[in-house]
């Protein structure tokens, strides 16, 4: 069996070298600290700090499961006056371990006050989270009660202004069914079918009453005007009562858009939305996709 020399000298064949003694400080409070510079750096940048950062979160929900932890996506900043050269990079993290280790859940009252924390420890004027999470549900098939999970995704965006408090959207990506109404108008036999995905962000009213799980609600007002939901298990049935359902509700991407903005625009707790809708088509090598904005007066 061949023999090799210590681990120590294999590396130093390979270029690694001691570390050098160095002349610069060791301890913190003898390091310059270049990011507190002041002087006229020339413009103030309203976001400054981090993102793609992959934390897990603790989710509630009032369908099964009802307790789950998931990996979010953060992005995390303050604003930056024009006369400081930098944030310090370590605080968002910091702030967002604290969070972690709160063992809060993730809804809009705790993103408000991750905010306000962010904000007064980074001594700005304003702070954001942006947040974006896989929500996973169990659904029953129709017929016969198959169950199964499936996920959307959810979206927290929270800012924070010492003045003019917070403001708060929240979004929902989801999945559906939709039946081409022309298809079945001129086809002799069915008509093409197609998976639909739905996005739609809300602004809230900050003083409004919220619904218990706006998860929920917002999924709800998506699948209810689809041509016919999603499901993790279907027997054959289930199959049947899907596709009929489908059939029985056809929708262009323009009337989803639609039938999805009016029952927003109908919820006392939402001042403002966007709705995107795009069907994956079966018959086309192209998707077809609709928009929709809206903000109420106040």
């Keep these: 069996m061949r023999s090799f020399p210590p681990k120590e000298v294999r590396h130093q064949l390979f270029g690694s070298v001691p570390p050098s003694l160095g002349t610069k400080p060791c301890q913190k409070e ?45 992005t995390l900043s303050t604003s930056l006056a024009a006369h400081q050269k930098g944030i310090h990079m370590s605080r968002p993290s910091e702030q967002l371990h604290m969070f972690y280790e709160s063992s809060k859940p993730l809804d809009v009252n705790a993103l408000k006050e991750l905010t306000a924390a962010l904000a007064l420890q980074m001594n700005q004027s304003t702070a954001s989270v942006h947040v974006s ?34 403001t708060c ?50 999924l709800q007002i998506i699948e209810s005007n689809a041509s016919a939901p999603l499901y993790p298990v279907l027997k054959r049935p289930d199959e049947k009562k899907v596709t009929e359902e489908a059939y029985e509700n056809p929708r262009f991407v323009e009337d989803m858009t639609r039938l999805i903005a009016i029952e927003l625009y109908e919820q006392p707790w939402i001042q403002g939305f966007q709705v995107e809708c795009r069907n994956e088509e079966s018959i086309h090598q192209h998707d077809a996709y609709a928009k929709c904005s809206y903000e109420k007066n106040l």
């Design 169 to 218: 959207h929240v979004g929902c990506d989801a999945q559906v069914t939709t039946l081409c109404p022309c298809s079945k108008e001129i086809s002799e036999y069915g008509a093409h079918n197609q998976r639909g995905s739905v996005s739609i962000q809300v602004k809230l009213f900050e003083h409004a009453p919220l619904p218990d799980d706006m998860k929920a609600a917002l």
């Design 133 to 166: 999470f896989p929500w996973y549900m169990e659904k029953q098939s129709p017929v016969t009660g198959k169950s199964g999970l499936m996920h959307a995704t959810i979206k927290y965006d929270v800012h924070f202004h010492e003045k003019d408090g917070w």
């Design 30 to 74: 003898d390091m310059t600290d270049i990011q507190k510079t002041e002087q006229d750096f020339y413009f103030h940048l309203e976001q400054v700090g981090i993102c793609r950062m992959s934390y897990p979160v603790h989710i509630m929900s009032k369908t099964a499961p009802q307790h789950q932890t998931t990996a979010a996506a953060f």
